[in-house]
Nanobody, 123 residues
Framework: EVQLQAFGGGLVQAGGSLRLSCAASGFTFDDYDIGWFRQAPGKEREGVSCMRRSDGDTYYADSVKGRFTISRDNAKNTVYLRMNSLKPEDTAVYYC????????????????WGQGTLVTVSS
């Protein structure tokens, strides 16, 4: 069974930082590109950042470029998202997932989402 457990969210003031973690199990973690999605209230889920398994190359959505940093630890089956200079528009539930092909096919490759972690940024 695929499990994706994201944690590390919380309430933070604008300009603050958070580090999200997502522990994966039920699939061979280092066989997949891995990434983060987010879903803000009333909006569709969107891709935020992903990392290729082959060369570690990364992608960032324009809205987070320069503020967020993705990393992965294959030994721990964990992906991280360091978020700096947070803005109220970053408020969302954040999910991790294996990606079909980072970044050209930014879709969940295994169609399992886990519970996500809520990030709330106050102004």
């Amino acid at each position: 069974e695929v499990q994706l457990q994201a944690f590390g969210g919380g309430l933070v003031q604008a300009g603050g930082s958070l580090r999200l973690s997502c522990a994966a199990s039920g699939f061979t973690f280092d066989d997949y590109d891995i990434g983060w999605f987010r879903q803000a209230p009333g909006k569709e889920r969107e891709g935020v950042s992903c990392m290729r398994r082959s060369d570690g190359d990364t992608y960032y959505a324009d809205s987070v470029k320069g503020r967020f940093t993705i990393s992965r630890d294959n030994a721990k089956n964990t992906v991280y998202l360091r978020m700096n200079s947070l803005k109220p528009e970053d408020t969302a539930v954040y999910y991790c997932a294996p990606i079909v092909s980072c970044p050209v096919v930014y879709l969940n490759d295994l169609e399992s989402w886990g519970q996500g972690t809520l990030v709330t940024v106050s102004s």
